[in-house]
């Protein structure tokens, strides 16, 4: 249960995030500087609190192993970021995060169907295709609405 919570406030700050970032980079007069920034303070604070686990230089060493491939999470949270902060001043919150989270559920369930990037295989379903098109239909009665 406590990390189905977690889940869900994990969520919760996106939209809070898209807004605080949009409006980082209007205050810079650029959407790119506001995502810059806040990756910086992210990375900052991601940084103390590694350094404050006392085993960091281990950690770090061990991906010196890693599949050059792994690393392009960065850019694809750069990616995220950089669209939401232009986005949601564009759109509002609840549409442009609405959108995001229509791609992302899409995007899981077919990484999930095929097992990629070594993930287990859960097959796409009538019910998990309607749990994708009613989250499209919601998003359309917030566009709507």
């Given at each position: 249960m406590l990390l189905l919570l977690l889940a869900v406030g994990a969520g919760a700050v996106l939209p809070v995030q898209a807004v605080v970032n949009a409006r980082l980079g209007q205050v810079a007069g650029s959407s790119?500087?506001?995502?810059?920034?806040?990756?910086?303070?992210?990375?900052?604070?991601?940084?103390?609190?590694?350094?404050?686990q006392g085993h960091a230089g281990r950690e770090l060493a061990a991906l010196r192993q890693a599949p050059?491939?792994?690393f392009v999470g960065g850019l694809l949270g750069a990616f995220y970021v950089a669209v939401v902060v232009a986005l949601a001043p564009r759109l509002g919150a609840g549409l442009a995060v609405g959108l995001v989270v229509v791609g992302q559920l899409a995007a899981a369930?077919?990484?999930?169907?095929?097992?990629?990037?070594?993930?287990?295989?859960?097959?796409?379903?009538?019910?998990?295709?309607l749990g994708v098109a009613l989250l499209l239909a919601g998003v359309w009665l917030i566009k709507t609405y």
């Open positions: 790119l500087v506001g995502t810059l920034v806040s990756f910086v303070v992210g990375t900052v604070a991601l940084g103390a609190v590694v350094l404050a050059p491939g792994l369930v077919a990484l999930d169907h095929f097992g990629a990037l070594g993930l287990p295989v859960h097959a796409l379903t009538l019910p998990r295709l």
